[in-house]
């Protein structure tokens, strides 16, 4: 009881919001003490990009316990790290959204891909998938050296970047990382424009 008429102004604003329909703000406004710091995005940050003091910032706000965020504290722990996927000023930083390692490891090489809509599948391509690039002749070439029924030529690549649509063309960009053995293949199969990308099984097949 003591604690009630501690706050009587809380508690009638509260009532009269829930009796508004606002029960969501009423809730954050009873739980506005139980409050976390955490590091926010303040700038657009592209995949790969090393963070820098500049593009974060710090907020204290009321904050889930399923929500995964950087502590405050933690900030100059990711200063200097690579973006591990694109970042959008206003959200939150997750620890799984930064990365200590080269999107490009050591024995790759870094392939990009322009590619028309038919060219890749549906499914929005996230960085970390791994993909297939498959080699298909022209329309009205042969194969050379290959006989019909067998499979086409495959490369074996992960995305470590995506951009979006280009406006008209609907071109998108796609940054594959391949062994540096295959990167030159992947690079003639795309300036002949005979390449696809498709998805490839989950677990890596």
């Known amino acids: 009881m003591s604690a009630r008429r501690r706050r009587p102004g809380v508690i009638a604003l509260s009532l009269a919001l829930i009796a508004a329909g ?101 499914t929005p391509l996230m960085p970390g998938q791994k993909v297939q690039l498959v080699h298909v002749p022209a329309q009205g070439q042969a194969d050379t050296g290959k006989t019909s029924g067998t499979p086409p030529e495959t490369v074996d690549g992960r995305v470590v970047k995506a951009s979006s649509a280009a406006p008209g063309t609907g071109i998108v960009v796609v940054d594959v990382a391949t062994s540096a053995a295959d990167g030159p293949t992947a690079a003639a199969w795309v300036s002949a424009g005979t390449l696809r990308l498709v998805l490839a099984a989950p677990d890596g097949n």
């Open 22 to 122: 606002g029960a969501g703000v009423a809730v954050l406004l009873l739980q506005v003490g139980n409050r976390t710091d955490v590091v926010t995005v303040v700038r657009d940050v592209q995949v790969g990009q090393v963070l820098t003091e500049d593009d974060l910032g710090k907020a204290s706000i009321a904050l889930d316990p399923a929500v995964k965020a950087v502590p405050s504290d933690d900030l100059d722990s990711v200063v200097g790290k690579q973006a591990a996927v694109e970042l959008k000023p206003g959200s939150l930083l997750a620890p799984a959204q930064v990365t200590k390692d080269s999107l490009v490891k050591a024995g790759e090489q870094l392939v990009p891909i322009g590619l028309e809509p038919k060219q890749i599948p549906a």
